[in-house]
């Protein structure tokens, strides 16, 4: 039995050479070439005497003791002058048997190797027997299917180089004949099964194992296309991030060896890190990548020299092609540069810059021990794979830059635009463990050595503003009960109306913590469950009127408290908008970190230093700036808040304050709540008087140091008092503040004394 390509098959396969014989009697008595003529007669006659190469036999040991006899027929087929440059074979259909070799071909299985077989690239089981009987219904049946699968042998050649054949069959000396001609499948059987083509089991169902016979022999032949075969996998191949499954693809050196037709080739890629001015490794391909010399480039040189370099490569990114480095001179020999070329045996290489839209997106080089192996020709088989490179680098950039932003999202948060570099740091860190399966534990965010600035636009008595809405609004609502009681004359209505007496009494009287709480529930529990009853049963309007004014969350009344928080919500967002606008020009003074929070009102901090941007020179300087544009700012918000604040619903003032200190701290981002924080003992006494400033007095006085229409500057010392009062002639000078500056002591607070504060109005 013939050892077929695929375990099942729908054939009986016989070999065969009636068909070619049918050719050569034709030739016998039709052609006009008696030399011809002669050749065929001869042929003809010699295979009468062994009629089973003729009528089909599964004895396939014929072509090996038939050998010289089948070479003979098949002379035409295989033209002698043409025998080393043509891969060609013949085969028996659907089996591992061939035979007739060109000589070309021979050498190749040769350089294979001894243990090499002939295997179809990326071809299974199924698929082989559904092509089968694809092959039946186009040749058979006479359906013009189109079934046209493209067919590769990968073989390696004598440098171990994988080279790839795309096979193309010749199968007009074969036949098809059906064993059992009862169970043919119908048109509309046909018709579904090629709208079927992954389901084996529908197939085998019509074309059952061995009840078909294919007779014959078949010719194949290859064609070298190791370089388009190479270019297609690279698309399928290059660098790419499959979080759930980081695993490098080791697979791209073999790729650009057959490429390139380089047996010992090298491969390295670098990313260009332009933030940093530096190359980037791809830690994920360190065992498969080689940077032999772009590692050398980046650990030889300190990083004053790499940024000019990197400035030069730039603006001139031109590729370097040098095909044989013994052609170098001495004098190049003789530098640290040609160290690495010596310590790696490097014979031949290419560094070349990716380039998209004026921007260098990566670095490659290719090295090989071998001299000669590259050069400018091989250079220019780049220019196919430029456009793929390209297209792989910056879905790297993109699919890397999500997993680090989905990182930062994770474990930290939204983080404000002047420390994302930090966290984006650790996050990359994180990331590249991730990628080479190691365990990394994020590390703590901090920046040490700053400067903060702070300053609070309050909502002057909102809190007793909402006691007294309070008020109004649950008085409102047993006015309205006690007409509603009043007026249906309920048998329970007695009772009802005594408790909200006792109610009302109590909240303008002698008002308890728990009193609102006690009201609620009692509204709850009895008054709203009988009105609810009473309204399924009558639809009275009066009882709907009173529970459209019902605020269901906490079943009270809410409309007057409802205005003072719209009104808040406005005033938080117009000065919210304010200090975000504001921002832009802050930032560009010296770039730091900025946060703000909203309660009734909005505070805002600001830290300053080196640490921040370490890139950037930082000085006194930038702070005293950052100082004025937050007075101004402020002057900005209370200026704004006079034009708006007759829209609100609720009249309301704000009172403004800015606190100076001269004391360096330390800011950490805290886990569990996801912001930053003032970080350490030692720096808490900053928060502490933060805190407590809201309500602080003047020394010797019941009144606050904060007033509506005027901003309130805290601070230490007489230096301080003489950078604001600075600050504030510049302003009066342009008509934004008054001159009727007030100098005052702050009362002592707990655990600060000694405070000062000046006091200023709006002009």
Not at 374 to 379: A, E, H, I, S
Not at 531 to 556: G, P, R
């Given at each position: 039995?013939?050892?077929?390509?695929?375990?099942?098959?729908?054939?009986?396969?016989?070999?065969?050479?009636?068909?070619?014989?049918?050719?050569?009697?034709?030739?016998?008595?039709?052609?006009?070439?008696?030399?011809?003529?002669?050749?065929?007669?001869?042929?003809?006659?010699?295979?009468?005497?062994?009629?089973?190469?003729?009528?089909?036999?599964?004895?396939?040991?014929?072509?090996?003791?038939?050998?010289?006899?089948?070479?003979?027929?098949?002379?035409?087929?295989?033209?002698?002058?043409?025998?080393?440059?043509?891969?060609?074979?013949?085969?028996?259909?659907?089996?591992?048997?061939?035979?007739?070799?060109?000589?070309?071909?021979?050498?190749?299985?040769?350089?294979?190797?001894?243990?090499?077989?002939?295997?179809?690239?990326?071809?299974?089981?199924?698929?082989?027997?559904?092509?089968?009987?694809?092959?039946?219904?186009?040749?058979?049946?006479?359906?013009?299917?189109?079934?046209?699968?493209?067919?590769?042998?990968?073989?390696?050649?004598?440098?171990?180089?994988?080279?790839?054949?795309?096979?193309?069959?010749?199968?007009?000396?074969?036949?098809?004949?059906?064993?059992?001609?009862?169970?043919?499948?119908?048109?509309?059987?046909?018709?579904?099964?090629?709208?079927?083509?992954?389901?084996?089991?529908?197939?085998?169902?019509?074309?059952?194992?061995?009840?078909?016979?294919?007779k014959g022999f078949n010719i194949f032949s290859l064609v070298d296309c190791t370089a388009e075969v190479a270019l297609s996998d690279l698309k399928s191949t290059m660098i790419q991030i499959d979080p759930e499954n980081p695993l490098p693809n080791e697979n791209l050196k073999e790729i650009f060896k057959?490429?390139?037709?380089?047996?010992?080739?090298?491969?390295?890629?670098?990313?260009?890190?332009?933030?940093?001015?530096?190359?980037?490794?791809?830690?994920?391909?360190?065992?498969?990548?080689?940077?032999?010399?772009?590692?050398?480039?980046?650990?030889?040189?300190?990083?004053?020299?790499?940024?000019?370099?990197?400035?030069?490569?730039?603006?001139?990114?031109?590729?370097?092609?040098?095909?044989?480095?013994?052609?170098?001179?001495?004098?190049?020999?003789?530098?640290?540069?040609?160290?690495?070329?010596?310590?790696?045996?490097?014979?031949?290489?290419?560094?070349?810059?990716?380039?998209?839209?004026?921007?260098?997106?990566?670095?490659?080089?290719?090295?090989?021990?071998?001299?000669?192996?590259?050069?400018?020709?091989?250079?220019?088989?780049?220019?196919?794979?430029?456009?793929?490179?390209?297209?792989?680098?910056?879905?790297?950039?993109?699919?890397?830059?999500?997993?680090?932003?989905?990182?930062?999202?994770?474990?930290?948060?939204?983080?404000?635009?002047?420390?994302?570099?930090?966290?984006?740091?650790?996050?990359?860190?994180?990331?590249n463990a991730s990628l080479q399966r190691k365990l990394y534990t994020l590390r703590e965010i901090s920046f040490k050595n700053l400067s903060p600035l702070f300053g609070v636009s309050d909502i002057r008595s909102s809190s007793d503003k909402r006691f007294h809405?309070?008020?109004?609004?649950?008085?409102?609502?047993?006015?309205?009960?006690?007409?509603?009681?009043?007026?249906?004359?309920?048998?329970?209505?007695?009772?009802?109306?005594?408790?909200?007496?006792?109610?009302?009494?109590?909240?303008?009287?002698?008002?308890?913590?728990?009193?609102?709480?006690?009201?609620?529930?009692?509204?709850?529990?009895?008054?709203?469950?009988?009105?609810?009853?009473?309204?399924?049963?009558?639809?009275?309007?009066?009882?709907?009127?009173?529970?459209?004014?019902?605020?269901?969350?906490?079943?009270?009344?809410?409309?007057?408290?409802?205005?003072?928080?719209?009104?808040?919500?406005?005033?938080?967002?117009?000065?919210?908008?304010?200090?975000?606008?504001?921002?832009?020009?802050?930032?560009?003074?010296?770039?730091?970190?900025?946060?703000?929070?909203?309660?009734?009102?909005?505070?805002?901090?600001?830290?300053?230093?080196?640490?921040?941007?370490?890139?950037?020179?930082?000085?006194?300087?930038?702070?005293?700036?950052?100082?004025?544009?937050?007075?101004?700012?402020?002057?900005?918000?209370?200026?704004?808040?006079?034009?708006?604040?007759?829209?609100?619903?609720?009249?309301?003032?704000?009172?403004?304050?800015?606190?100076?200190?001269?004391?360096?701290?330390?800011?950490?981002?805290?886990?569990?709540?996801?912001?930053?924080?003032?970080?350490?003992?030692?720096?808490?006494?900053?928060?502490?008087?933060?805190?407590?400033?809201?309500?602080?007095?003047?020394?010797?006085?019941?009144?606050?140091?904060?007033?509506?229409?005027?901003?309130?500057?805290?601070?230490?010392?007489?230096?301080?008092?003489?950078?604001?009062?600075?600050?504030?002639?510049?302003?009066?000078?342009?008509?934004?503040?008054?001159?009727?500056?007030?100098?005052?002591?702050?009362?002592?607070?707990?655990?600060?004394?000694?405070?000062?504060?000046?006091?200023?109005?709006?002009?």
């Amino acid at each position: 039995m013939p050892e077929f390509l695929q375990e099942e098959s729908p054939f009986q396969v016989y070999l065969s050479f009636k068909k070619y014989l049918d050719v050569l009697e034709h030739i016998r008595y039709n052609d006009r070439l008696e030399y011809r003529v002669n050749y065929a007669e001869s042929v003809i006659e010699r295979f009468k005497k062994f009629p089973e190469l003729c009528e089909g036999s599964q004895d396939f040991s014929l072509l090996t003791k038939h050998q010289d006899l089948i070479r003979m027929l098949l002379a035409d087929l295989f033209p002698t002058g043409l025998t080393h440059n043509e891969i060609k074979a013949a085969s028996i259909p659907f089996t591992d048997i061939s035979f007739n070799y060109t000589e070309r071909f021979r050498k190749i299985l040769s350089d294979a190797g001894h243990n090499f077989t002939l295997e179809f690239r990326d071809m299974t089981q199924d698929e082989m027997y559904v092509l089968s009987c694809c092959i039946i219904v186009q040749l058979y049946f006479k359906k013009d299917i189109k079934f046209i699968i493209p067919f590769y042998y990968d073989i390696p050649d004598q440098h171990g180089i994988i080279r790839h054949y795309k096979i193309t069959v010749n199968s007009d000396f074969s036949e098809i004949i059906p064993i059992d001609q009862k169970n043919f499948p119908t048109d509309s059987e046909i018709e579904i099964l090629l709208e079927n083509l992954d389901d084996v089991s529908l197939w085998k169902k019509h074309f059952p194992p061995q009840s078909w016979m294919l007779k014959g022999f078949n010719i194949f032949s290859l064609v070298d296309c190791t370089a388009e075969v190479a270019l297609s996998d690279l698309k399928s191949t290059m660098i790419q991030i499959d979080p759930e499954n980081p695993l490098p693809n080791e697979n791209l050196k073999e790729i650009f060896k057959s490429y390139f037709d380089v047996a010992e080739l090298n491969f390295g890629l670098m990313l260009m890190d332009h933030q940093h001015q530096k190359l980037e490794k791809l830690p994920i391909y360190e065992n498969v990548f080689s940077n032999y010399l772009l590692d050398f480039w980046i650990n030889l040189y300190d990083e004053k020299i790499q940024k000019t370099a990197f400035q030069n490569l730039k603006y001139n990114p031109k590729p370097i092609v040098i095909s044989d480095v013994d052609h170098f001179d001495d004098e190049i020999k003789n530098t640290p540069n040609f160290s690495v070329l010596a310590k790696n045996n490097i014979k031949s290489f290419m560094v070349i810059p990716i380039v998209h839209e004026g921007e260098v997106l990566a670095l490659m080089e290719f090295t090989s021990e071998i001299a000669g192996s590259f050069n400018g020709l091989k250079l220019k088989k780049l220019d196919s794979l430029s456009d793929i490179l390209i297209f792989s680098l910056n879905r790297f950039k993109h699919e890397r830059d999500n997993q680090i932003e989905a990182i930062i999202q994770r474990e930290y948060t939204t983080i404000h635009n002047s420390v994302i570099w930090k966290f984006r740091n650790e996050a990359e860190k994180y990331f590249n463990a991730s990628l080479q399966r190691k365990l990394y534990t994020l590390r703590e965010i901090s920046f040490k050595n700053l400067s903060p600035l702070f300053g609070v636009s309050d909502i002057r008595s909102s809190s007793d503003k909402r006691f007294h809405l309070m008020l109004d609004d649950l008085n409102e609502q047993i006015d309205c009960l006690h007409q509603l009681f009043s007026d249906l004359n309920f048998p329970e209505s007695e009772k009802y109306l005594l408790a909200l007496d006792v109610f009302e009494n109590e909240l303008n009287n002698d008002f308890k913590a728990d009193t609102e709480q006690r009201f609620q529930h009692f509204l709850r529990e009895e008054i709203h469950p009988f009105l609810q009853a009473e309204l399924e049963m009558t639809s009275m309007q009066n009882i709907k009127d009173y529970f459209s004014k019902v605020y269901s969350v906490n079943s009270l009344f809410y409309s007057n408290r409802r205005k003072l928080d719209e009104s808040i919500t406005l005033i938080n967002r117009k000065i919210a908008d304010i200090l975000d606008e504001s921002q832009v020009e802050a930032q560009e003074i010296y770039p730091h970190y900025y946060e703000r929070f909203k309660s009734d009102g909005v505070e805002h901090n600001l830290y300053i230093g080196q640490n921040l941007s370490p890139s950037i020179k930082y000085s006194q300087r930038q702070l005293s700036e950052l100082r004025f544009w937050q007075l101004k700012t402020i002057c900005r918000i209370e200026h704004d808040f006079e034009n708006f604040s007759t829209q609100l619903a609720i009249s309301l003032e704000i009172a403004s304050l800015i606190f100076v200190y001269n004391e360096r701290i330390d800011i950490r981002f805290r886990m569990d709540e996801k912001r930053f924080d003032v970080d350490g003992a030692h720096n808490s006494f900053y928060e502490i008087i933060k805190k407590r400033l809201e309500k602080a007095k003047i020394k010797d006085s019941t009144e606050r140091i904060t007033c509506p229409g005027k901003i309130t500057i805290v601070y230490f010392g007489m230096e301080n008092q003489k950078e604001y009062l600075n600050y504030i002639s510049r302003l009066q000078k342009i008509g934004i503040l008054k001159n009727d500056v007030e100098l005052l002591r702050v009362e002592d607070l707990q655990g600060a004394s000694g405070l000062l504060a000046m006091r200023v109005s709006l002009a």
